[in-house]
T-cell receptor, first 109, second 112 residues
């Protein structure tokens, strides 16, 4: 059974720092992995989609990596800003989407 | 810009009412999904559809039904709303498992 874990559950850092969010999964037979952002009371915004054949994807200050063999993905956020404060969720496309519990990120001005 | 639109951001309904949550996508996606999200429980799949007039139960279908009469529209129906159905409801669509999912902005439903 596929399980997805996100560590840490919460993270608070000063503005300007580079940071890494982690996502691990137990079964490497995935189609892809997707990172989402969720602001309080809002829907999910897709940040990055990494196909199983890819190693990484970049969008602006965000970089996501995927290591299928070890069952890990990281989301790297460069030069963090207060507007980056949100909950970040990863999901693996397996049979259906299997979700991590999220990392709540707070960027302190 | 591609979109998944949920008709209501906030809804307040009374216990026993029949509730319709509407979702429309403009991306010609075959697959559409309804999730609910609750603190501490994460996202849970209620129903999904792979094609018009097709529906499949997700992990928590009890108390819900769905309708997909047109490709772009997927409706979630609460036959008789109960207080334990108070939640955030999220609709999503996708071309398939190999593709990414696009989510709507969510409907916060409160049943009183």
């Amino acid at each position: 059974k596929q399980e997805v874990t996100q560590i840490p559950a919460a993270l608070s850092v000063p503005e300007g720092e580079n940071l890494v969010l982690n996502c691990s999964f137990t079964d490497s037979a995935i189609y892809n992995l997707q990172w989402f952002r969720q602001d309080p009371g809002k829907g999910l915004t897709s940040l990055l989609l990494i196909q199983s054949s890819q190693r990484e994807q970049t969008s602006g200050r965000l970089n996501a990596s995927l290591d299928k063999s070890s069952g890990r993905s990281t989301l790297y956020i460069a030069a963090s800003q207060p507007g980056d404060s949100a909950t970040y969720l990863c999901a693996v496309s397996y049979y259906q989407l299997i979700w991590g519990a999220g990392t709540k990120l707070i960027i302190k001005p | 810009d591609v979109k998944v639109t949920q008709s209501s951001r906030y809804l307040v309904k009374r216990t026993g009412e029949k509730v319709f949550l509407e979702c429309v996508q403009d991306m010609d996606h075959e697959n559409m999904f309804w999730y609910r999200q609750d603190p501490g429980l994460g996202l849970r799949l209620i129903y999904f559809s792979y094609d018009v007039k097709m529906k499949e139960k997700g992990d928590i279908p009890e108390g819900y039904s769905v309708s997909r009469e047109k490709k772009e529209r997927f409706s979630l129906i609460l036959e008789s709303a109960s207080t334990n159905q108070t939640s955030m409801y999220l609709c999503a669509s996708s071309f398939g498992s190999s593709y990414g999912y696009t989510f709507g902005s969510g409907t916060r439903l409160t049943v009183v």
